[in-house]
């Protein structure tokens, strides 16, 4: 069966440091990986999604950076991180363009102090 | 662009039915789907609906669609205790799977 994975779970960071948080998929091959962005438990805004290894697509401009270094691997950076970057991110995968299913992962929690 | 709409909060007595209401915009969305996030935890899928179906029936959970009035609802039949989350509306719009979520409909059910 197929698991996603995101970690760590939650991040206390000041502004300015840098930030690294990891999406792992198990269980599938070429998934459609998404990165969302949950401010104060409400809506999700959808971030980066990619489609195959080093296929980036950027929905908002900012100052976040998605990559996807392996096949079920998906990373999403910020070089400084602002005070409106707390929030809660959740990575998503889907079994690819025509599918229907999206799955979430448990998500990290990052306030940024 | 694309744009989905609910209602914030949704209270009930545990044992009544909820219906859970959402509007979008989009009039080719291809897929429309219902989450449930309980606190602190990511988004599960409850369920879905093709933009050709009227309705879809899933032991206690019923999705009725309207094309028309582009309005979808989740009608949660003996709502129980542990139904009590934050349910999301979204719409699917293109083939790449990117889909807009709504702001949630935070339920609470009252023993």
């Known amino acids: 069966s197929q698991t996603i994975h995101q970690w760590p779970a939650t991040l206390v960071q000041p502004v300015g440091s840098p930030l690294s948080l990891e999406c792992t998929v198990e269980?599938?091959?070429?998934?459609?990986l998404y990165w969302y962005r949950q401010a104060a438990g409400r809506g999700l805004q959808l971030l980066f999604y990619?489609?195959?290894?080093?296929?980036i697509s950027s929905e908002v401009p900012q100052n976040l950076s998605a990559s996807r270094p392996q096949d079920r691997q998906f990373i999403l950076s910020s070089k400084k991180l602002l005070l409106s970057d707390s929030g809660f991110y959740l990575c998503?995968?889907?079994?690819?363009?025509?599918?229907?299913?999206?799955?979430f992962g448990p998500g990290t929690r990052l306030t940024v102090t | 662009g694309e744009d989905v709409e609910q209602s914030l909060f949704l209270s009930v007595r545990e044992g009544d039915s909820s219906v859970i209401n959402c509007t979008y915009t989009?009039?080719?969305?291809?897929?429309l789907y219902w989450y449930k996030q309980e606190p602190g935890a990511g988004l599960q899928l409850l369920t879905y609906?093709?933009?050709?179906?009227d309705m879809k029936q899933d032991q206690r959970l019923t999705v009725l669609l309207n094309k028309k009035d582009k309005h979808l609802s989740l009608r949660i039949a003996d709502t129980q205790t542990g139904d009590s989350a934050i349910y999301f509306c979204?719409?699917?719009?293109?083939?790449?799977?990117?889909?807009?979520f709504g702001d949630g409909t935070t339920l609470t059910v009252k023993p």
């Open positions: 979204a719409e699917r719009y293109t083939n790449a799977g990117k889909s807009t």
């Open positions: 990619s489609v195959g290894i080093g296929q």
């Open positions: 269980g599938t091959s070429n998934p459609n």
């Open positions: 609906i093709f933009s050709n179906m």
């Open positions: 989009d009039s080719s969305s291809t897929y």
């Open positions: 998503a995968w889907s079994p690819g363009q025509a599918a229907y299913e999206q799955y």
